[in-house]
């Protein structure tokens, strides 16, 4: 048995997502013709209270795609320094958009309105033009840390006050509202533009949706062609969307009641150091003592069959999805405690 801790992307659909899939009607998308994808569409831009929404092959397109309609050439981009959309997207800010970024040193992974405000660029020739403020929830270095709602609207209201675009990366949103008791609308009428993962804890073989106004959209779908990301009869896959946003997000907790359980075996072992709080489904903890590494002791779970990855050289990172069962937990927490 492989229990396979590197993501929350290594999901497989199951059978009843498979059927799903299989029944879906199809038709040519770059026509708008897709029944399956406008369903899609439609579901999760009413979901989140936004006029439109748009089905894009990955969250990288969804995250470049906002980044480019909300900014011009020159433009700058307040984000995270561990954001994904500037350390794991291929430098795309960069070469998609043209754009340089300001990176703050938030916590985990989130920034406050003060150090946003700091952030922004006089209006000056000499300065780049501060356009966009992009925030990440949960935050995947961040170890899955979630924001506080409250620090969400001081960010909004220095955005409004400095005339900023306003951008989510939520590939792991429905994992902080689940753990924060949070209704997607709230979301929805905050942000100018928000990504979400179909294919991250979702369960999804492949998939993201960007969501924003009818305007936003329409010329987020321009980009996306532009991007190559112009699908034909991909409803198959959007089918699997629309099982994932009826089924698989209430048993979202269960992946986080089974991080905390993991993490707390793990706190027990010397070769455990700092670990970042567990708030949703990620476990990240430094690797202390003449014992291991992070590399061998990945290496070390490796032979027991339970797969992670050594993200720094003192950090493991475990993710927990749809594909962990109780049992997988239980063999994990006595393989720990063989170590
Ligand atoms: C996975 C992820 C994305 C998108 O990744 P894709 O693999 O391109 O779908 C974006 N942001 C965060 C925080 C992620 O974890």
Do not use: W
């Not at 949960?138 to 005339?163: L, V, W």
């Not at 999804?204 to 329409?218: A, H, N, Y």
Request: proline share 3%; glycine share 8%; hydrophobic share 40%.
């Amino acid at each position: 048995m492989i229990i396979d801790y590197r993501s929350d992307t290594v999901t497989k659909p199951t059978p009843a997502m498979l059927e799903a899939m299989m029944k879906a009607p199809v038709g040519d998308d770059v026509f708008e013709e897709d029944p399956s994808i406008n369903q899609l569409e439609k579901m999760a831009a009413g979901m989140f209270g936004m006029e439109a929404a748009l089905f894009c092959p990955s969250g990288t397109m969804t995250n470049q795609i906002a980044i480019k309609v909300h900014t011009r050439p020159g433009d700058e981009v307040i984000c995270d320094k561990l954001s994904h959309i500037y350390q794991y997207e291929g430098g795309g800010i960069a070469f998609n958009s043209g754009t340089s970024v300001k990176l703050i040193e938030g916590m985990r992974g989130l920034v406050t309105a003060e150090q946003v405000e700091a952030g922004i660029n006089a209006d000056d020739v000499h300065k780049a033009r501060t356009s966009l403020v992009s925030l990440e929830n949960t935050s995947n270095r961040g170890g899955g840390s979630c924001y506080d709602f409250a620090e969400i609207q001081r960010i909004k209201a220095i955005c409004s006050k400095h005339n900023l675009r306003f951008h989510l990366d939520g590939a792991r949103l429905f994992n902080a509202m689940v753990a924060k008791n949070e209704l997607p609308k709230l979301y929805g009428e905050t942000f100018d533009s928000i990504s979400i993962c179909l294919s991250k804890s979702l369960g999804c073989p492949v998939g993201s949706l960007l969501l924003g106004t009818k305007d936003l959209i329409k010329q987020s779908r321009r980009i996306r062609k532009v991007f190559g990301g112009g699908m034909r009869q991909a409803g198959y896959l959007a089918a699997a969307g629309i099982y994932a946003l009826t089924h698989n997000i209430n048993r979202l907790t269960e992946d986080h009641k089974h991080a905390k359980l993991v993490a707390q075996a793990l706190l027990k072992k010397e070769f455990t150091g700092h670990m970042l709080p567990v708030e949703t489904n990620i476990i990240i903890f430094e690797v202390v003592g003449h014992h291991y590494t992070a590399k061998t002791l990945a290496e070390k779970f490796t032979t027991n069959d339970i797969y992670c990855i050594a993200i720094s050289p003192t950090q493991i990172r475990m993710v927990f999805h749809l594909d962990i069962t109780p049992e997988m937990i239980q063999r994990t927490i006595q393989i720990i405690q063989a170590i």
